[in-house]
């Protein structure tokens, strides 16, 4: 487990070369969908008589591939919530054999359940698979990969209490990038945007 990175003042609000190394291999380092950056100030877009606090389900369809969005190279997410209180979020992700999301801290604690294929933590010798259900504390930093010979392409559903911070490198690692709720929700609705499909769908599922 690694100590939380120390923000420096100068580190907020400015921006970060396009080309940082936030854990991921090469072929990541510019890709086209990344974390913010920057801290700005970023809202769910929506009027208050526009918001529903009410239950809710979320309906994803595993087998539609213009409803994943692109996160990372060889990597999607559908999404079930962004929690505007929290600025947690709940997803479905899903990984081509071989590909990983770069190493983060994580600032609340993470729920995640294995539908598809085999993953794991760079940082932990255990290995999941459908039917695995892990627990994450708050405080921990790590970097998911899914396996070289998963038999299939990794789906997991992953419920994140709060934000959490890319690191520059896995070990003793500095701020990078940060995500969240809310830049999640930025980047579905951009696209669902690019790609012509219905944005409203995303704001049943903000919270």
Known sequence: MLSPPSLKLDQIGKSVDGEFNCGLDSSHTKRKHMPITAFNSFTDGLKPNQRNREHFIANTNLDDDRLWVPYA????????????????????????????????????????????GHWR???????????????????????????????????????????????????????AAY????SLLQLA????????????????LIR
């Open 121 to 175: 933590y760079l940082e932990h010798d255990w290995i999941a698979k459908p039917g695995t259900y892990i627990y994450e504390p708050a405080g921990e930093a790590h970097t998911l990969v899914i396996m070289d010979d998963s038999p299939e392409p990794m789906i997991t559903v992953f419920v994140v209490a709060a934000g959490l911070i890319y690191l520059d490198r896995a070990k003793d690692g500095g701020f």
């Open 73 to 116: 190279n060889g990597v999607w997410f559908q999404p079930c919530c962004f929690n505007v209180t929290s600025g947690g979020f709940s997803v479905v992700l899903k990984g081509l054999a071989g590909s990983k999301v770069g190493t983060h801290y994580h600032v609340g604690t993470v729920h995640g359940y294995t539908m598809r």
């Open 179 to 182: 995500e969240d709720g809310f």
């Open 189 to 204: 609705r951009k696209y669902y945007r690019d790609a012509g499909l219905d944005q409203t769908k995303l704001d049943a």
